[in-house]
Structures are given as C-alpha cells and as structure tokens.
C-alpha cells in the first residue's frame, strides 16, 4: 500500500520524475481507492478499541473521515479531479496517512511507565475528597494527601527512571537526580 502510495508521490522529490499519466494514472488511482476501501475499515475498527478521551483514537477516525471525504470527491459532483494526478495525490496522501494511523492503532500502544505513574496520580485527584477540597472561598484548599503525595513520588520516580535510560542510550554517563 504504502509503494503504491509513493509511486503517485514520489515525483514530488525527483526534480526530473515525470508523475504518472494516463492509463498508468488511472491503474494507480484504482489500486489507491481499493487500497483505502479495504484500509479504512480496519483502521476505524482498531481506533474504535481505544478510549474515547485518546487523541489516537481522535485523529485516526479524522483520518477515516478524510477518507471517505475523497473517495466519494467524484461522485459529489467533483468529476474533474477523477482522473487527474491531483486528485491521484490526494489519494495517495491519505493512504500514506491511514497506513501511519494503522500502525499505530493497532499495534497495541502501550504506556509508558511515566503515561501510567501520572494518569494513576490524575484518576487520584479526580475522585480523592482530600485533594478535590475548596475553601469557603471555592479555591482549592491544598489539605495534604497521603496517597497523593505517594503516587506523586512514583510519577516522578518513573520520570527521573525514564531521563536516565534516555541518556544511557545516548552514551552519556551522567546520573540523573531529581
């Protein structure tokens, strides 16, 4: 999918490629829509996995959406970019996109240590009576919380854990602290 994608593409970044035309233009647009017909579905479905609040899950379902939107170009009444390489491109554009979305959706994204340590300590504030506690004034009242400040300590545990494996991929010795 994503080769027939760069063949409409890829004269973009030659200066002397010619972008396709006639019957091979018409043989790639074909195997472009045919390629998002099958796709489209299978990213939509893995997406629809995801929790409703993900921003994945957000921009690959705008990402179906799109693509729909240019498979039926033609049929809403734009019947001039059918056949032309414009058209082809963006096509191919949103094949390219839906391979990307495809990848990451189904591939079983996991969370980084540092994702999780910090949603467990937000789903705590969210729903703990101690840290969601105002004053007379409806500001927030700041009352200490044990679990708050233990799950505070993991997040940033996690963090300083996740800068020092950063540097020790890059060769740096450097210990980190927090």
């Not at 059918?82 to 082809?88: L, W």
């Not at 540092?114 to 009242?141: I, K, M, N, P, W």
């Amino acid at each position: 999918m994503r080769e027939t994608a760069h063949r409409v593409l890829g004269p973009d970044s030659a200066p002397d490629a010619v972008p396709p035309a006639g019957t091979e233009l018409d043989t790639l647009t074909a195997e472009l829509r045919g390629h998002i017909e099958q796709l489209a579905p299978e990213v939509e479905q893995a997406a629809t996995r995801l929790p409703e609040s993900s921003p994945t899950r957000a921009a690959a379902l705008a990402c179906v959406g799109d693509a729909g939107g240019q498979l039926r170009a033609p049929e809403l009444g734009f019947a001039v970019l059918a056949g032309s390489v414009m058209y082809a491109r963006r096509l191919a554009r949103v094949l390219a996109a839906l391979c990307d979305h495809y990848e990451t959706v189904s591939s079983g994204v996991v969370k980084t240590p540092v994702q999780a340590a910090f949603e467990h300590l937000a789903e705590h504030c969210l729903t703990c009576s101690t840290c969601r506690a105002v004053d007379e004034h409806g500001a927030y009242a700041g009352l200490p919380c044990e679990e708050e400040s233990r799950l505070y300590e993991g997040y940033r545990a996690a963090r300083v854990s996740a800068a020092a494996a950063r540097l020790r991929r890059r060769g740096c010795g450097t210990e980190v602290t927090a």
